[in-house]
């Protein structure tokens, strides 16, 4: 079994920063060597990956509508991966979610409870 702990949310002005932290626990996250995406879902709309990584870091997924602001990063001894968002807009406004999987392109196969994110205009 795997936990995943979300934190590092919060409310910011736009054009502001945020860094969420996603910190795992459970022997399988390291033995099936997890690679992590990070999700958020807005009320009323649908849920968008907006990044991932592999277990190694060589490879990382963003969507369109954040490349260039959001980098995702992990840290394998501390079991904890990272997703830094610089020039927030108040559409990155969701409730953000990490979940571990196979790949960076899933299936996810543990999921955290959540984290708020919300940008001021």
């Known amino acids: 079994q795997v936990q995943l702990v979300e934190s590092g949310g919060g409310l910011v002005q736009a054009g502001g920063s945020l860094r969420l932290s996603c910190a795992a626990s459970g022997r399988t996250f390291s033995s099936r060597r997890y690679a992590v995406g990070w999700f958020r879902q807005a009320p009323g709309k649908e849920r968008e990956r907006v990044a991932a990584i592999s277990w190694s870091g060589g490879t990382t997924y963003y969507a369109d509508s954040v490349k260039a602001r959001f980098t995702i990063s992990r840290d394998n001894a501390k079991n904890t991966v990272y997703l830094q968002m610089t020039s927030l807009k108040p559409e990155d406004t969701a409730v953000y979610r990490c979940?571990?999987?196979?790949?960076?392109?899933?299936?996810?196969?543990?999921w955290g409870q959540g984290t708020q994110v919300t940008v001021s205009s």
């Open positions: 979940a571990c999987g196979t790949t960076t392109m899933g299936p996810f196969d543990y």
